[in-house]
């Protein structure tokens, strides 16, 4: 489904989803409102990008939505007026969730704005980003929190991890060569994009 939000205190313009036409929205996914979607993405089913109270939402080139992934976000706008504490800045340009290039968010993820996931990053199953950012070339394992912090570049996040202070996130493990998901990624982009490619010959 995609469709336009509703008009409201927070939110008041109409958006349409903007959809590259080399992504692939699954009928059983939902995309709504001022939600911006790049290159080769595949948003699987029962995802839901929900630009309908923070927004913007990104999603950027060759990234995947896997199935029952949650993007949205606190209310940026009140009134007419920004609510700058729930917005994120990438480029000069502020957003209520920005995932960057070749991101994965795997089964059950959430990314609840204000957001920010950077470039070639792995977002583990029924993980959840909340006011917080990971870095670039990250890995979080399955069923972390991360909470009002920011990973740095190029660290793991192990499995389970609760991380809801500065100090722990700039002390978490740096990625290196034994280090067995460090490829990971790399894998699951290539899938999704393929994926993503396949559907739309199929779509026609």
């Known amino acids: 489904m995609?469709?336009?939000?509703?008009?409201?205190?927070?939110?008041?313009?109409?958006?349409?989803?903007?959809?590259?036409?080399?992504?692939?929205?699954?009928?059983?996914?939902?995309?709504?409102?001022n939600a911006i979607i790049g290159r080769r993405v595949l948003v699987s089913p029962f995802a839901s990008i929900r630009g309908d109270e923070g927004q913007p939402l990104f999603v950027g080139d060759e990234s995947?939505?896997?199935?029952?992934?949650?993007?949205?976000?606190?209310?940026?706008?009140?009134?007419?007026?920004?609510?700058?504490?729930?917005l994120?800045?990438?480029?000069?340009?502020?957003?209520?969730?920005?995932?960057?290039?070749?991101?994965?968010?795997a089964h059950q993820a959430q990314i609840h704005g204000p957001a920010h996931v950077a470039d070639n990053t792995f977002i583990g199953m029924q993980s959840l980003v909340f006011k917080a950012r990971?870095?670039?070339?990250?890995?979080?394992?399955?069923?972390?929190?991360?909470?009002?912090?920011?990973?740095?570049d190029g660290r793991y996040?192990?499995?389970?991890?609760?991380?809801?202070?500065q100090r722990d996130a700039d002390s978490l493990?740096?990625?290196?060569?034994?280090?067995?998901?460090?490829?990971?990624n790399d894998g699951v982009v290539h899938v999704n994009t393929s994926l993503a490619d396949g559907y739309n010959k199929v779509k026609g």
């Open 2 to 33: 995609i469709h336009k939000n509703v008009l409201t205190d927070f939110s008041q313009k109409e958006y349409e989803p903007v959809i590259d036409k080399t992504a692939f929205v699954h009928a059983q996914a939902c995309v709504i409102g």
């Open 64 to 86: 995947n939505v896997q199935d029952g992934v949650i993007i949205h976000a606190l209310e940026t706008e009140h009134n007419g007026h920004s609510i700058e504490k729930n």
């Open 88 to 105: 994120v800045e990438v480029d000069g340009k502020k957003y209520a969730v920005y995932i960057g290039r070749r991101v994965s968010l």
């Open 134 to 152: 990971v870095g670039s070339g990250c890995v979080v394992e399955p069923k972390c929190i991360i909470l009002g912090v920011s990973v740095p």
């Open 157 to 165: 996040v192990p499995a389970g991890s609760v991380l809801k202070s």
């Open 173 to 184: 493990p740096k990625i290196t060569d034994d280090y067995p998901f460090r490829t990971l």
